[in-house]
């Protein structure tokens, strides 16, 4: 491009390349503290997501390593033109969770944003010829899909998830990781078209697995096909040989698209880096062998095919011609040059931690949208009790609905359980629940998340001042998730055992317990008006919907009817149900994701009769544990 076609592509950011990227985040802070002003509330909600990520370019040795952006907050999924003149990546500089695709110079200057929008802008490579920029965007339903913009006239288009690019209704229906062949002609990714929702544990699990193919689409909407694709697999991240004859990727097993973001499955989920013809998809050849989790591969020449190694002993860069490896941990996303020369990559961390109450990017204009850590629960009085399960240890915390005050009413170390999975938030006090009158504190004591098949939790409650603990439960059965009647003198919650399931109800008076259902059921809710109990069920199919029921066990209704999970609702103070889903699909190769679960779970809000369903953030994280928290 000459000076004066970047120009054209700059358009207005270009008044923002002229400021100092801290004046402009500052000035963006400002804006975003004078609007809080005259918001109803805030929003607290937990985010399962990086703290840190900032970009780096080093020789493919991984020597003369340096910082790409010296003023970067949180950038991610970069690429360099062809060229070698601009750097293309995604960024949250608006905010946290917000992602827009912004460009600088191959050297980290002149910073400025390309696409700006309150949508998930995401994974941008620009065209052979300068002329167009692919990404992947939820704008227009809220579905990843890939979309083209011409960086002259800033005309937008959008290429799959219209017309015959669409999938069946009802079903996955995303697609991610555009890559550009070599001549410019054609546009490779993967999707999820028309797969099944399928949980983790063959199914049988909360969060899900992923099945992708490979398919190619020209820049003008024609020629949509499938390149290749191998039931029970997954193939993500296609990249162009030199020469485009061929196409390469990852692949592994769908189960293992679980394991590969979690960390404690090292061993487990692995995968080969494979290659078929671009044309035909056949002639395939798998470039590597072992049990390494191996992604994100791309040629680096035509003889040779540079790949990341995600955990365990090996993690870091690897080459398929025998090149020495750079082993580096929680490197990710790695861009080779054109030149064959260097390569850009993203260095990831979850420390610091997010810290409470920090501001995140609002997408619902009258709420300000803050950090907390999980199982949040307001009191009448306005007082917040929540788990510190990333922040802490898994004890229990009480503070003010500003933050303020903030103290520990429950130790969870000390009481007789594994440390070592207390530490890892996988067993201690959880699920806090306040009593009407603000003295109380009912919570699960023990192991939870998978833990709860063999082990045991029993229902407790502490004074809000920390005084008067005790058992109501007497384990022998994995009890949890309590939640207080509206007159404070039951208290529903869960059960989980081998031959008993269900929600239960303790009378605090007689200390009897009565069955409330017996179905896999969960983190039970009291409505406000003490009319109804909202819960989350797992169905016959393995699907998760959210539930009510009247404490009398009559009158169920099923509030959420999608084929994908719902889960962790909760009752609004006006009557609403919040709840964390995923209908809109992933955002991205879940593979690729780090220690999350759910990992494209986002944040809705329904009416309590199931209408009027509205979707509250377009984050590419996990978002959760929605509290509304209205002024006074």
Same mark, same amino acid.
């Given at each position: 491009m000459d000076r004066r076609q970047s120009l054209r592509w700059l358009g207005t950011a270009a008044i923002a390349a002229q400021l100092p990227l801290t004046t402009l985040a500052r000035a963006q802070a400002q804006a975003a503290t004078t609007q809080a002003v005259s918001k109803k509330g805030v929003m607290l909600m937990n985010r399962i997501a990086p703290s840190v990520s900032e970009l780096f370019i080093a020789n493919l040795d991984g020597s003369n390593e340096r910082k790409l952006l010296l003023d970067g907050e949180f950038d991610y999924n970069a690429s360099l033109s062809s060229n070698g003149e601009w750097l293309l990546f995604t960024s949250e500089r608006r905010g946290d969770g917000q992602s827009d695709i912004y460009r600088a110079r191959a050297d980290g200057t002149k910073v400025a944003p390309v696409i700006v929008d309150d949508s998930m802008d995401d994974a941008a490579v620009l065209s052979p010829d300068g002329r167009l920029l692919a990404f992947v965007s939820t704008r227009n339903g809220y579905r990843a899909n890939i979309w083209l913009k011409d960086v002259y006239s800033g005309r937008l288009t959008q290429l799959t998830g219209i017309g015959d690019v669409r999938g069946k209704e009802g079903k996955p229906d995303c697609y991610f990781r555009p890559a550009w062949s070599h001549d410019g002609q054609w546009i490779a990714f993967s999707s999820d078209r028309d797969t099944e929702w399928t949980g983790h544990d063959q199914g049988q699990g909360w969060e899900h697995t992923q099945e992708l193919a490979i398919y190619a689409i020209r820049p003008d909407g024609t020629g949509f096909r499938k390149v290749v694709s191998k039931p029970g697999y997954c193939l993500g991240s296609p990249k162009w040989s030199l020469d485009d004859k061929r196409i390469v990727f990852y692949e592994m097993t769908v189960e293992a698209t679980w394991g590969a973001r979690r960390p404690n499955y090292i061993g487990k989920a692995y995968s080969q880096i494979v290659s078929v013809?671009?044309?035909?998809?056949?002639?395939?050849?798998?470039?590597?062998?072992?049990?390494?989790?191996?992604?994100?591969?791309?040629?680096?020449?035509?003889?040779?095919?540079?790949?990341?190694?995600?955990?365990?002993?090996?993690?870091?860069?690897?080459?398929?011609?025998?090149?020495?490896?750079?082993?580096?941990?929680?490197?990710?996303?790695? /861009?080779?040059?054109?030149?064959?020369?260097?390569?850009?990559?993203?260095?990831?961390?979850?420390?610091?931690?997010? !810290?409470?109450?920090? !501001?995140?990017?609002?997408?619902?204009?009258?709420?300000?949208?803050?950090?907390?850590? =999980?199982?949040?629960?307001?009191?009448?009085?306005?007082?917040?009790?929540?788990?510190?399960?990333?922040?802490?240890? $898994?004890?229990?915390?009480?503070?003010?609905?500003?933050? $303020?005050?903030?103290?520990?009413?429950?130790?969870?170390?000390?009481?007789?359980?594994?440390?070592?999975?207390?530490?890892?938030?996988?067993?201690?006090?959880?699920?806090?629940?306040? /009593? !009407?009158?603000?003295?109380?504190?009912?919570?699960?004591?023990?192991?939870?998340?998978?833990?709860?098949?063999?082990?045991? @939790?029993?229902?407790?409650?502490?004074?809000?001042?920390?005084?008067? @603990?005790?058992?109501?439960?007497?384990?022998? =059965?994995?009890?949890?998730?309590?939640?207080?009647?509206?007159?404070?003198?039951?208290?529903?919650?869960? =059960?989980?055992?081998?031959?008993?399931?269900?929600?239960?109800?303790?009378?605090?008076?007689?200390?009897?317990?009565?069955?409330?259902? #017996?179905?896999?059921?969960?983190?039970?809710?009291?409505?406000?008006?003490?009319?109804?109990? =909202?819960?989350?069920?797992?169905?016959?199919? /393995?699907?998760?919907?959210?539930? #009510?029921?009247?404490?009398?066990?009559?009158?169920?209704?099923?509030?959420?009817?999608?084929?994908? $999970?719902?889960?962790?609702?909760?009752? /609004?103070?006006?009557?609403?149900?919040?709840?964390?889903? $995923?209908?809109?699909?992933?955002?991205?190769?879940?593979?690729?994701?780090?220690?999350?679960?759910?990992q494209y779970g986002q944040i809705y809000v329904m009416n309590a009769d199931g209408s009027n369903k509205r979707l509250l953030t377009d984050s590419k994280w996990e978002d959760s544990m929605p509290l509304f928290v209205p002024k006074g």
């Amino acid at each position: 491009m000459d000076r004066r076609q970047s120009l054209r592509w700059l358009g207005t950011a270009a008044i923002a390349a002229q400021l100092p990227l801290t004046t402009l985040a500052r000035a963006q802070a400002q804006a975003a503290t004078t609007q809080a002003v005259s918001k109803k509330g805030v929003m607290l909600m937990n985010r399962i997501a990086p703290s840190v990520s900032e970009l780096f370019i080093a020789n493919l040795d991984g020597s003369n390593e340096r910082k790409l952006l010296l003023d970067g907050e949180f950038d991610y999924n970069a690429s360099l033109s062809s060229n070698g003149e601009w750097l293309l990546f995604t960024s949250e500089r608006r905010g946290d969770g917000q992602s827009d695709i912004y460009r600088a110079r191959a050297d980290g200057t002149k910073v400025a944003p390309v696409i700006v929008d309150d949508s998930m802008d995401d994974a941008a490579v620009l065209s052979p010829d300068g002329r167009l920029l692919a990404f992947v965007s939820t704008r227009n339903g809220y579905r990843a899909n890939i979309w083209l913009k011409d960086v002259y006239s800033g005309r937008l288009t959008q290429l799959t998830g219209i017309g015959d690019v669409r999938g069946k209704e009802g079903k996955p229906d995303c697609y991610f990781r555009p890559a550009w062949s070599h001549d410019g002609q054609w546009i490779a990714f993967s999707s999820d078209r028309d797969t099944e929702w399928t949980g983790h544990d063959q199914g049988q699990g909360w969060e899900h697995t992923q099945e992708l193919a490979i398919y190619a689409i020209r820049p003008d909407g024609t020629g949509f096909r499938k390149v290749v694709s191998k039931p029970g697999y997954c193939l993500g991240s296609p990249k162009w040989s030199l020469d485009d004859k061929r196409i390469v990727f990852y692949e592994m097993t769908v189960e293992a698209t679980w394991g590969a973001r979690r960390p404690n499955y090292i061993g487990k989920a692995y995968s080969q880096i494979v290659s078929v013809n671009a044309t035909t998809g056949g002639d395939r050849v798998e470039h590597t062998t072992g049990t390494d989790l191996k992604l994100q591969p791309q040629y680096v020449s035509n003889t040779e095919i540079g790949y990341l190694i995600k955990y365990g002993a090996n993690e870091g860069l690897a080459y398929t011609s025998g090149r020495a490896p750079v082993k580096q941990s929680f490197l990710r996303a790695p /861009s080779w040059t054109a030149d064959g020369k260097s390569v850009i990559y993203e260095k990831v961390s979850f420390k610091p931690v997010r !810290p409470l109450m920090k !501001p995140l990017f609002s997408w619902d204009s009258d709420f300000e949208y803050r950090h907390i850590d =999980v199982y949040p629960l307001m009191s009448r009085e306005g007082w917040i009790a929540f788990t510190d399960k990333q922040t802490g240890n $898994s004890s229990l915390w009480v503070m003010r609905g500003d933050g $303020s005050q903030k103290r520990k009413v429950f130790e969870s170390e000390g009481r007789g359980l594994n440390d070592g999975k207390v530490r890892m938030g996988l067993a201690g006090a959880f699920q806090p629940s306040w /009593s !009407p009158d603000g003295e109380w504190l009912a919570f699960g004591l023990g192991y939870w998340f998978f833990e709860r098949n063999t082990m045991a @939790a029993a229902l407790w409650r502490v004074r809000s001042d920390g005084s008067g @603990a005790e058992q109501l439960t007497d384990g022998t =059965v994995n009890a949890g998730f309590p939640a207080y009647s509206g007159d404070g003198k039951e208290i529903a919650y869960r =059960v989980w055992g081998k031959d008993e399931r269900g929600l239960r109800i303790l009378n605090l008076e007689t200390r009897k317990i009565r069955v409330l259902t #017996t179905g896999q059921d969960n983190m039970p809710g009291w409505s406000p008006d003490g009319q109804r109990i =909202v819960f989350t069920r797992k169905r016959e199919d /393995s699907n998760y919907d959210i539930y #009510t029921i009247r404490p009398d066990g009559t009158d169920l209704f099923r509030c959420t009817d999608h084929g994908s $999970s719902d889960g962790h609702a909760v009752w /609004s103070a006006d009557g609403r149900i919040l709840w964390s889903g $995923s209908q809109h699909g992933f955002r991205d190769e879940a593979a690729l994701y780090e220690q999350t679960f759910q990992q494209y779970g986002q944040i809705y809000v329904m009416n309590a009769d199931g209408s009027n369903k509205r979707l509250l953030t377009d984050s590419k994280w996990e978002d959760s544990m929605p509290l509304f928290v209205p002024k006074g």
